[in-house]
């Protein structure tokens, strides 16, 4: 039997297996009912499952208990929209949390273990340095390259940029190879002036010194409160730690991505496999955010890795294609951070012939896999949307480009009242119509076709007469099952196509963004 053992946050909870396993096919599967996460234990075994309520339970709470029998059979009868990954065991309570679903689109990939650490020669680790304002979470993550890599990054367009922006600008700026990229969360180091950039020097210096490598080849990312310094003392304390315990297995990098969230619910993570060249290149990543979501790179922090061999300025174009593609796809409030941060390695280990050529089938297919990985942790953000209850996938057609359909998507994904309406199951098709036609792209509206999941609200610009109490229960069922509610539209004949990803807008999202400092 599983039984109730914590109660992690409002209205999420996990089980734990006091008795039998889960087989480790069942445990890949995350878009089921209320469950949400599975952390695995090395062999393979079940050490926890979260799962989501709607209704409040105290620790002690006694509720209908579910046999491991039953909860695989729930799985293996979940249906798979995309590929998925399972999560990594949590192996200590400063990484207790559990691991986002990771929506990868289908193509010649295959999902693996590992994330960063996935792609030979990284190691990474996470720590709690006493950095956040309360709790036992890990705050300190780091990602080191065994030997010298191409490093690339993609920044926020937002002037208040924080201080570790400014500096890895700088330092990417010399076009010398990285070693390393520290983060940091519960200070986002912005608005703080000269002291905050020393704090970030400082930073790289101490990570520098226990390496043995050149401060300009460590690379800094912040995340947390607007307005106040990292915790220097506390940070440079922890950096001999943290170097000591650097590994190169999943559970390593499981740790990473637990230490660079904020307000995350779940780590998001993910790592791909695919042929390139004769050899097996690998890409893997990890991000984390919840709020402050919006397009216009990348709101977001994110490392990735990937051992190809690629000529850097091609590696930066590939970063930065991937990046509006997908980061640059997704929002959650409508608010660009100061501090998104995007930081791609390549350490040229998988043996391929160096990657030139933006046009070779080579680099065709390494851009279009760490489109794919991004598009995957992109997802997972929007998933774990502050007080979201469901994903929105926002898919338009018949632009007169890719890059206006993109722009249509992405205003139907940011408008709040869709989101609202999302949120209270009611199908207002009215509140998408105007935000395709607020999106700054012109089409005849007399063209506009409107669907919800699968049904159609509106045909050549013209309301349809639907079932509405099934398209209410349609989102009823996607946000009960925290699932994917799909809205396309259409604007004409020609070729654009592009999608967007959010969430809905709870009640939720005000409570966590009204007491975030209190």
């Known amino acids: 039997m599983l039984a109730l053992q914590t109660n992690l946050w409002k ?69 798979h929209r995309a590929q998925t990954v399972s999560a990594t065991s949590v192996a200590q309570h400063e990484f207790d949390i559990p691991a986002a679903p990771i929506l990868l689109p289908k193509g010649p990939w295959k999902a693996i273990e590992g994330s960063v650490n996935a792609p030979k020669g990284f190691k990474a680790q996470g720590m709690a340095g006493g950095l956040r304002a309360s709790g036992p979470k890990a705050d300190l993550a780091l990602i080191v390259a065994d030997k010298d890599a191409v490093a690339a990054g993609v920044f926020t367009t937002n002037v208040m940029c924080a201080a570790p922006v400014l500096y890895c600008k700088q330092v990417l700026a010399k ?103 004769g050899k097996k290149v690998r890409i893997g990543g990890i991000a984390k955010g919840s709020g402050m979501i919006h397009p216009n790179m990348a709101t977001l922090l994110s490392v990735i890795t990937t051992d190809a061999n690629v000529d850097p300025s091609l590696w930066h174009t590939i970063l930065l294609h991937g990046v509006q593609k997908s980061f640059n796809q997704i929002t959650v409030d409508g608010d660009t951070s100061t501090n998104d941060t995007c930081i791609g390695l390549a350490s040229g280990a998988a043996g391929n012939d160096i990657i030139k050529h933006s ?125 994917t509610c799909k809205i396309e539209v259409s604007v004409g004949s020609d070729h654009g196509h592009g999608t967007a990803w959010g969430c809905d807008l709870s009640y939720k999202y005000v409570e966590i963004n009204a007491e975030y400092t209190t």
């Open 175 to 277: 076009n010398k190879p990285a070693r390393a990229v520290l983060i940091n969360a519960g200070q986002a180091n912005a608005a703080t002036g000269d002291a905050g950039y020393e704090d970030c020097l400082k930073s790289a210096e101490a990570v520098a010194k226990e390496l043995g490598i050149e401060t300009d080849q460590v690379l800094i990312e912040s995340t947390g409160v607007i307005g106040r310094r990292i915790k220097l003392q506390a940070l440079l304390d922890s950096v001999p730690k943290l170097v000591s315990k650097l590994g190169s297995s999943a559970e390593d990098a499981h740790h990473a991505a637990v230490g660079i969230t904020t307000t995350d619910l779940v780590s998001k993570s993910a790592a791909i496999e695919i042929d390139i060249q």
């Open 359 to 483: 046009t070779s089938e080579a680099a065709q297919k390494l851009e279009a896999a760490v489109t794919a990985l991004l598009q995957g942790l992109a997802k997972s953000i929007a998933w774990d949307g502050e007080g979201a209850t469901c994903l929105l996938e926002v898919t338009a057609l018949g632009a007169p480009d890719d890059r206006a359909a993109a722009k249509i998507a992405r205003s139907i994904a940011a408008s709040s009242l869709t989101k609202a309406a999302i949120f209270g199951h009611d199908p207002n098709w009215g509140r998408i119509a105007c935000a395709a036609g607020y999106s700054g792209v012109k089409f005849n509206q007399n063209n506009l076709r409107v669907k919800l999941g699968d049904i159609v609200l509106m045909e050549k610009g013209q309301p349809l007469e639907f079932d509405t109490k099934a398209a209410s229960q349609y989102l009823t069922g996607v946000t009960a099952d925290h699932g």
């Open 11 to 79: 209205n999420w909870y996990s089980y734990s297996p006091t008795d039998n396993h889960l087989n480790t096919e069942a445990c890949t599967a995350y878009k089921l009912s209320s469950l949400v996460g599975l952390a695995l234990t090395p062999s393979g075994g079940v050490c926890e499952i979260a799962f989501r309520s709607d209704r409040s339970l105290s620790d002690a709470a006694e509720v209908p208990c579910m046999s491991v029998l039953d909860v695989s059979a729930h799985l293996e009868s979940a249906e």
